[in-house]
Nanobody, 122 residues
């Protein structure tokens, strides 16, 4: 069974940068896509970005376009999220996910990491 492990969260001032990593391990990795979701306190978990594992096509929510970049290392079964120009509203627990993220919005179908806290202060 695939397991996902995030790293790289932390605290930063507005305008700063952070880079998250998510490594998949265990079993045979054959996910459609991997991506990042986030959940702010008291809010629902929301899609942030995803990358198709086969062709590298990327997808972003509008509020992070131009600031966040998702990338992958196929050999390491790892994805990264470079977050620049961070805003206080980006504060949330960020979760790595693997599964049919692009073609099916049912989050119950995804494999999830444990989450990592990102805090942006003004």
């Amino acid at each position: 069974q695939v397991q996902l492990a995030e790293s790289g969260g932390g605290s930063v001032q507005a305008g700063g940068s952070l880079k998250l990593s998510c490594a998949a391990s265990g079993g045979t990795f054959s996910s459609d896509a991997m991506g990042w979701f986030r959940q702010a306190l008291g809010e629902d978990r929301e899609f942030v970005t995803a990358i198709n594992w086969s062709d590298g096509t990327t997808y972003y929510r509008d509020s992070v376009k131009g600031r966040f970049t998702i990338s992958r290392d196929n050999a390491k079964n790892t994805i990264y999220l470079q977050m620049n120009s961070l805003k206080p509203e980006d504060t949330a627990v960020y979760y790595c996910a693997a599964g049919p993220i692009v073609r099916n919005s049912d989050q119950a179908l995804y494999t999830w990491g444990q989450g990592t806290q990102v805090t942006v202060s003004s």
